[in-house]
């Protein structure tokens, strides 16, 4: 069995997303799962074609360099690029198997943003999802989670956790669209995502005027 120091389990946090582009509030999110968790290692992993995902994503290659400048100094973090590697739709229920499959008897814990959890109940087998990981959410807007809101997973009610995180009004989405505005809106865009990143975009041009 795989353990961390004291013989516990290893603790495992997922934390996926497109990262189209990382922006301030997911960096804050990994550093609180850190901390909250006591986790031995976070698993930053950038999603491939997500199914849910209309919009298509900037390419795999810039979204992976992005998240390495993100998260990639941050201690504890791995940015992963497996479900990038993958052909196909992606599912986190692969991704969670394959890491428990690598770290026997490790606990995993699974971190959303409220927005993912409101639509939790359509993921791709959820519930074997909840039966071998706990899902941590962080709030996204001032109307706070509620008990009922997990009682729908019974019997796996027990297995939603929060995230104290500051409420962080920002959205890769938003960015997105500052930086296709005119060229203030866009240095104010510049602002909330971490310096490398915003380097990067600068850079590759990402995200411009069509
Ligand atoms: P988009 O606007 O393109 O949908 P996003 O900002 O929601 O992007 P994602 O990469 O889709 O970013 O999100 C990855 C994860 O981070 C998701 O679980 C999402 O809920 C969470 N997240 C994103 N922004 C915030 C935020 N401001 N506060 C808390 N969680 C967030």
Same mark, same amino acid.
């Given at each position: =069995?795989?353990?961390?120091?004291? /013989?516990?389990? %290893?603790?495992?946090?997922?934390?996926?997303?497109? @990262?189209?582009?990382?922006?301030?509030?997911?960096?804050?999110?990994?550093?609180?799962?850190?901390?909250?968790? +006591?986790? +031995?290692?976070?698993?930053?992993?950038?999603?491939?074609?997500?199914?849910? *995902?209309? !919009?298509?994503?900037?390419?795999?290659?810039? !979204?992976?360099? =992005?998240? !390495?400048?993100?998260? /990639?100094?941050?201690?504890?973090?791995?940015?992963?690029?497996?479900?990038?590697?993958?052909?196909?739709?992606? &599912?986190?229920? $692969?991704?969670? %198997?394959?890491?428990?499959?690598?770290?026997?008897?490790?606990?995993?814990?699974? &971190?959303? /943003? #409220? +927005?993912?959890?409101?639509? &939790?109940?359509?993921?791709?087998?959820? !519930?074997?999802?909840?039966?071998?990981?706990?899902?941590?959410?962080? $709030?996204?807007?001032?109307?706070?989670?509620?008990?009922?809101?997990?009682?729908?997973?019974?019997?796996?009610?027990?297995? @939603?956790?929060?995230? *104290?995180?500051?409420? =962080?009004?920002?959205?890769?989405?938003?960015?997105?669209? =500052?930086?296709?505005? +005119?060229?203030?809106? #866009?240095?104010?865009?510049? *602002?909330?995502?971490?310096?490398?990143?915003?380097?990067?975009?600068?850079?590759?041009?990402?995200?411009?005027?069509?």
């Amino acid at each position: =069995m795989s353990t961390s120091a004291g /013989g516990q389990s %290893k603790r495992i946090g997922v934390f996926g997303g497109a @990262f189209d582009p990382p922006h301030n509030a997911h960096v804050a999110l990994a550093r609180a799962a850190l901390e909250q968790y +006591d986790l +031995d290692v976070l698993h930053v992993i950038p999603t491939g074609h997500a199914w849910h *995902k209309a !919009r298509a994503l900037s390419a795999p290659e810039h !979204r992976l360099a =992005m998240a !390495r400048l993100a998260f /990639g100094n941050i201690e504890g973090v791995t940015v992963d690029a497996r479900e990038l590697q993958r052909p196909g739709p992606t &599912f986190t229920i $692969d991704t969670l %198997k394959a890491l428990q499959a690598e770290n026997p008897g490790c606990q995993l814990y699974l &971190f959303i /943003g #409220a +927005d993912q959890f409101a639509t &939790f109940g359509q993921w791709h087998l959820c !519930r074997e999802i909840l039966e071998i990981a706990i899902i941590c959410i962080a $709030d996204r807007t001032e109307s706070a989670l509620t008990q009922t809101e997990f009682d729908v997973y019974a019997p796996y009610n027990h297995r @939603f956790f929060i995230l *104290k995180l500051p409420l =962080m009004p920002v959205s890769a989405t938003q960015i997105r669209q =500052m930086l296709a505005s +005119d060229a203030a809106t #866009a240095e104010e865009a510049i *602002k909330l995502v971490p310096d490398a990143v915003a380097r990067y975009i600068s850079h590759y041009q990402l995200y411009g005027p069509g």
